[in-house]
């Protein structure tokens, strides 16, 4: 019994050996997967935490997060306090000294571009507002374009010998942003907008130059009231526009007003699909677009 | 008649540095070209210098670009960075945080309830003594050598309640340490020191280790502050067999969180020994007089545990845990009355010797995906026997003395919490102390159970507050032969300040 025990371990410590040869990557999403994916290719070993209809900001920490993180060379967040309700604690209980914010092994996207909603109010009678800026930067290509460069930079200092290879995909994947981007600033032009459920395409819109007509939420993280929802209505009323909300968010809302208004509603993930690369989220970022100028 | 002279001098003054340094024409024309090397390597500077400069122009005329493209929105502002961008402040390697320079990370959470149950408020405080042949550690009016009053969280009575205001500090020390301070303020202004560790940051192979006062990570719920339970008050079972805090003790804790395919976290601890309840001992005076001996040198309490956690899925998640604990001195005394010659007498018996704890801890969640947590489900029960194994050090039947006496017994939680509505939820709690609840040894006595129902309705109104109300209905054994049986209400606030927190599984 004790020697099949020894044998298994022996197994294991082969197999943690050989696995070695790559770099072991922990993304908290699909878009942040569809960065590695793209600047590292199969010199990453990619685990990816939470599908694309997951809420990053109320998601909570479950041990085989750990074990993942156990083990991991870079863990790649969007960051800017969006999943500081489990990735802190997940990342200090998996007793890996290697990823600990501050570290080559910890990179946050958003600590890479500038920020949208910085500042403001610290008080939460406004909801939960997080005055270091708006987290949601994996909705604005262009500026993932730049996170892909600066995630080259990281895993080059991991993982010297491939930095050329990590240049090469970041730089491909810049490329491939900026074909898309020039057409889909010609498709978003003259756009009515859109109103959010909760401020979190905003990077997108901003992008494209979107008016974002209103948000569903009067505050972030507290859902309406149907007086709020029929003052949004007085103040639409006789405009266009379309209505998205996420998967995990609230339906009956968003139906609710867009019923009122006779305009569209529509429900996008705010990520593509789990196991996407670069042309994945670029697709996913495509049916934002193309909803959004649907309401032309 | 002076000019040929002055231009003679002068044409002399000029020649002299030609005099000086006689040259030929193969010099001057080495001076030429070494001039000329000169101009072209600063012409070349020049033009690396000017390349930087346009190359950082366009960068900021890019960046400028990036922030004009923002259009003024509806809905609430949009601001830009004051100044460098983050990524310049953090060098892009730390975690964005609002939170401020090198002040610890404070939090503050405010517990408050109204009570009221049918038996004149004693029932908080009863479902905290029911009935174990070993008299839990509530040895009715002994002094434990320690001041009692308002130390635990059930100091409850019918009507309006602060249990406490819980003030929490965390810190990176430095690259080698992380701090965490959490002090509890309670009603009437005692405050108690709950928690304050130290934890390792950088220890390899997934070794990490605790210093300090902490709650020990036996079972499950023993490491929760009350303020994260799904109900207002504690279950039966940690209440009687380890006291309104639970196994929280000064010590070290070592835990290992191997690299596998499947989650293991294997730990021990080494913690003092001063307990409440499992493993207490009592005072000097206490100790001379029932012969029980000196309270000895800590560490007094051992515990090991073990945790797994198979990989489900990402809406499921579930762990399993296995803890032990072991205390190398217990003692209590029992007291008993006789009537004698129409008179009462108390008699008291000291007993000493040491105990086992065994718990068995299974919590599963499930992840409905849905907003402010619809369809969330998440299930938790522990099983804890604790087994005493004591001799009788001191009595008024001296044939007594020297005779073994196990004390056995057990409890069981079993509780679940369902989002049947967007920020509401409903929780229902079973649990029982002393399924087994028996002394054997020199003399053998069984004993009954006590137990209880709970239900409970929360309203998370954000992530920052919540509303709960709770029912229950306990039938307490109070003596050997004695029950009560009671309905309780409390109507409970938690308010949380400051930092948003984040909690372990």
Same mark, same amino acid.
């Given at each position: 019994?004790?020697?099949?025990?020894?044998?298994?371990?022996?197994?294991?410590?082969?197999?943690?050996?050989?696995?070695?040869?790559?770099?072991?990557?922990?993304?908290?999403?699909?878009?942040?997967?569809?960065?590695?994916?793209?600047?590292?290719?199969?010199?990453?070993?990619?685990?990816?935490?939470?599908?694309?209809?997951?809420?990053?900001?109320?998601?909570?920490?479950?041990?085989?997060?750990?074990?993942?993180?156990?083990?991991?060379?870079?863990?790649?967040?969007?960051?800017?306090?969006?999943?500081?309700?489990?990735?802190?604690?997940?990342?200090?209980?998996?007793?890996?000294?290697?990823?600990?914010?501050?570290?080559?092994?910890?990179?946050?996207?958003?600590?890479?571009?500038?920020?949208?909603?910085?500042?403001?109010?610290?008080?939460?009678?406004?909801?939960?507002?997080?005055?270091?800026?708006?987290?949601?930067?994996?909705?604005?290509?262009?500026?993932?374009?730049?996170?892909?460069?600066?995630?080259?930079?990281?895993?080059?200092?991991?993982?010297?010998?491939?930095?050329?290879?990590?240049?090469?995909?970041?730089?491909?994947?810049?490329?491939?942003?900026?074909?898309?981007?020039?057409?889909?600033?010609?498709?978003?032009?003259?756009?009515?907008?859109?109103?959010?459920?909760?401020?979190?395409?905003?990077?997108?819109?901003?992008?494209?130059?979107?008016?974002?007509?209103?948000?569903?939420?009067?505050?972030?993280?507290?859902?309406?009231?149907?007086?709020?929802?029929?003052?949004?209505?007085?103040?639409?009323?006789?405009?266009?526009?379309?209505?998205?909300?996420?998967?995990?968010?609230?339906?009956?809302?968003?139906?609710?007003?867009?019923?009122?208004?006779?305009?569209?509603?529509?429900?996008?993930?705010?990520?593509?699909?789990?196991?996407?690369?670069?042309?994945?989220?670029?697709?996913?970022?495509?049916?934002?677009?193309?909803?959004?100028?649907?309401?032309? | 008649?002076?000019?040929?002279?002055?231009?003679?001098?002068?044409?002399?003054?000029?020649?002299?540095?030609?005099?000086?340094?006689?040259?030929?024409?193969?010099?001057?024309?080495?001076?030429?070209?070494?001039?000329?090397?000169?101009?072209?390597? @600063?012409?070349?500077?020049?033009?690396?210098?000017?390349?930087?400069?346009?190359?950082?122009?366009?960068?900021?005329?890019?960046?400028?670009?990036?922030?004009?493209?923002?259009?003024?929105?509806?809905?609430?502002?949009?601001?830009?960075?004051?100044?460098?961008?983050?990524?310049?402040?953090?060098?892009?390697?730390?975690?964005?945080?609002?939170?401020?320079?090198?002040?610890?990370?404070?939090?503050?959470?405010?517990?408050?309830?109204?009570? @009221?149950?049918?038996?004149?408020?004693?029932?908080?405080?009863?479902?905290?003594?029911?009935?174990?042949?070993?008299?839990?550690?509530?040895? $009715?009016?002994?002094?434990?050598?320690?001041?009692?009053?308002? $130390?635990?969280?059930?100091?409850?009575?019918?009507?309006?309640?602060?249990?406490?205001?819980?003030?929490?500090?965390?810190?990176?020390?430095?690259?080698?340490?992380?701090? $965490?301070?959490?002090?509890?303020?309670?009603?009437?202004?005692?405050?108690?020191?709950?928690?304050?560790?130290?934890?390792?940051?950088?220890?390899?192979?997934?070794?990490?280790?605790?210093?300090?006062?902490?709650?020990?990570?036996?079972?499950?719920?023993?490491?929760? $502050?009350?303020?994260?339970?799904?109900?207002?008050?504690?279950?039966?079972?940690?209440?009687?067999?380890?006291?309104?805090?639970?196994?929280?003790?000064?010590?070290?804790?070592?835990?290992?969180?191997?690299?596998?395919?499947?989650?293991?976290?294997?730990?021990?601890?080494?913690?003092?020994?001063?307990?409440?309840?499992?493993?207490?001992?009592?005072?000097?005076?206490?100790?001379?007089?029932?012969?029980?001996?000196?309270?000895?040198?800590?560490?007094?309490?051992?515990?090991?545990?073990?945790?797994?956690?198979?990989?489900?899925?990402?809406?499921?998640?579930?762990?399993?845990?296995?803890?032990?604990?072991?205390?190398?001195?217990?003692?209590?005394?029992?007291?008993?009355?006789?009537?004698?010659?129409?008179?009462?007498?108390?008699?008291?018996?000291?007993?000493?010797?040491?105990?086992?704890?065994?718990?068995?801890?299974?919590?599963?969640?499930?992840?409905?995906?849905?907003?402010?947590?619809?369809?969330?489900?998440?299930?938790?029960?522990?099983?804890?026997?604790?087994?005493?194994?004591?001799?009788?050090?001191?009595?008024?039947?001296?044939?007594?003395?020297?005779?073994?006496?196990?004390?056995?017994?057990?409890?069981?939680?079993?509780?679940?919490?369902?989002?049947?509505?967007?920020?509401?939820?409903?929780?229902?709690?079973?649990?029982?102390?002393?399924?087994?609840?028996?002394?054997?040894?020199?003399?053998?006595?069984?004993?009954?159970?006590?137990?209880?129902?709970?239900?409970?309705?929360?309203?998370?109104?954000?992530?920052?507050?919540?509303?709960?109300?709770?029912?229950?209905?306990?039938?307490?054994?109070?003596?050997?032969?004695?029950?009560?049986?009671?309905?309780?209400?409390?109507?409970?606030?938690?308010?949380?300040?400051?930092?948003?927190?984040?909690?372990?599984?």
């Amino acid at each position: 019994m004790i020697q099949r025990i020894f044998l298994v371990l022996l197994g294991l410590l082969v197999l943690a050996s050989t696995s070695a040869a790559t770099v072991e990557v922990v993304a908290v999403s699909p878009s942040m997967g569809a960065l590695v994916r793209e600047v590292a290719g199969a010199r990453a070993d990619l685990t990816v935490l939470a599908g694309p209809n997951r809420n990053l900001h109320t998601l909570q920490v479950r041990p085989t997060m750990m074990r993942v993180l156990r083990g991991a060379d870079l863990v790649v967040a969007i960051g800017a306090e969006l999943e500081v309700g489990w990735l802190p604690v997940a990342i200090r209980s998996a007793a890996n000294p290697k990823i600990l914010p501050g570290t080559n092994g910890y990179f946050e996207a958003a600590a890479q571009v500038r920020l949208l909603d910085v500042g403001g109010a610290a008080n939460r009678a406004m909801g939960d507002v997080h005055p270091v800026g708006n987290p949601h930067v994996n909705m604005d290509p262009v500026r993932m374009a730049a996170v892909a460069r600066a995630l080259a930079g990281r895993l080059a200092l991991i993982d010297p010998a491939g930095a050329s290879r990590y240049r090469g995909g970041a730089e491909g994947f810049a490329a491939k942003v900026d074909r898309r981007v020039r057409s889909w600033r010609s498709k978003l032009s003259g756009v009515p907008g859109v109103v959010l459920y909760h401020r979190d395409a905003i990077y997108l819109l901003d992008r494209f130059g979107v008016p974002l007509l209103g948000t569903i939420e009067p505050i972030p993280g507290v859902p309406p009231t149907g007086r709020q929802i029929s003052a949004l209505t007085a103040k639409l009323k006789g405009g266009r526009g379309i209505v998205i909300y996420t998967p995990y968010q609230s339906p009956k809302a968003p139906k609710s007003l867009a019923t009122n208004l006779g305009w569209r509603v529509v429900e996008l993930p705010m990520e593509p699909p789990r196991g996407s690369d670069g042309d994945g989220y670029l697709g996913h970022i495509g049916r934002w677009v193309n909803t959004i100028a649907s309401a032309k | 008649m002076n000019k040929p002279l002055l231009q003679g001098a002068l044409v002399g003054v000029l020649l002299i540095p030609a005099a000086a340094f006689p040259a030929s024409d193969a010099e001057v024309a080495e001076l030429r070209s070494m001039l000329g090397e000169m101009k072209a390597e @600063y012409e070349q500077r020049t033009r690396v210098l000017e390349n930087r400069l346009a190359d950082a122009e366009r960068e900021a005329a890019r960046r400028r670009g990036e922030a004009a493209k923002s259009k003024p929105m509806t809905a609430t502002v949009v601001r830009s960075a004051p100044t460098a961008s983050p990524a310049k402040q953090t060098g892009g390697f730390g975690a964005l945080t609002s939170g401020s320079a090198f002040n610890p990370q404070i939090s503050v959470i405010l517990d408050g309830n109204h009570y @009221y149950d049918g038996i004149d408020g004693e029932g908080a405080a009863l479902v905290g003594e029911a009935f174990q042949p070993s008299g839990g550690g509530h040895d $009715h009016g002994h002094d434990h050598g320690g001041d009692e009053e308002g $130390h635990g969280h059930g100091v409850t009575s019918n009507g309006f309640n602060f249990r406490e205001a819980e003030i929490a500090f965390s810190a990176t020390v430095d690259p080698y340490f992380d701090a $965490h301070t959490y002090l509890a303020v309670d009603g009437d202004g005692n405050l108690d020191l709950e928690e304050a560790y130290l934890q390792t940051r950088g220890l390899p192979y997934g070794l990490r280790l605790k210093g300090g006062k902490f709650l020990s990570k036996f079972g499950y719920i023993n490491q929760q $502050h009350p303020h994260q339970w799904d109900f207002v008050d504690h279950n039966l079972p940690y209440l009687n067999l380890l006291g309104d805090h639970g196994l929280q003790d000064t010590g070290v804790q070592l835990t290992w969180l191997p690299d596998l395919p499947i989650y293991t976290l294997l730990g021990v601890e080494a913690l003092h020994g001063s307990q409440e309840v499992f493993g207490a001992t009592l005072g000097d005076a206490e100790q001379a007089e029932l012969n029980l001996g000196d309270t000895r040198d800590g560490p007094r309490l051992w515990t090991a545990f073990a945790k797994v956690a198979p990989e489900l899925g990402e809406n499921h998640a579930l762990q399993i845990g296995v803890s032990y604990a072991h205390t190398n001195q217990h003692q209590e005394v029992h007291s008993h009355s006789h009537v004698h010659e129409g008179e009462e007498e108390v008699h008291e018996n000291g007993l000493a010797g040491n105990g086992d704890l065994w718990g068995v801890d299974i919590v599963y969640k499930y992840d409905a995906d849905a907003a402010y947590g619809q369809g969330d489900i998440k299930f938790q029960t522990e099983y804890l026997r604790s087994i005493k194994d004591l001799s009788i050090r001191s009595s008024a039947h001296e044939e007594l003395i020297g005779s073994p006496r196990k004390f056995t017994t057990d409890g069981l939680y079993a509780q679940a919490t369902y989002g049947f509505a967007p920020k509401w939820t409903v929780g229902l709690r079973y649990d029982v102390l002393g399924l087994t609840n028996k002394v054997s040894g020199g003399e053998s006595e069984e004993f009954g159970s006590s137990d209880r129902w709970t239900l409970d309705l929360t309203w998370n109104l954000s992530e920052f507050s919540r509303l709960r109300a709770q029912y229950a209905y306990s039938d307490t054994l109070v003596s050997g032969n004695e029950r009560e049986s009671f309905n309780a209400f409390y109507l409970q606030f938690l308010m949380s300040l400051g930092t948003h927190g984040a909690h372990v599984f």
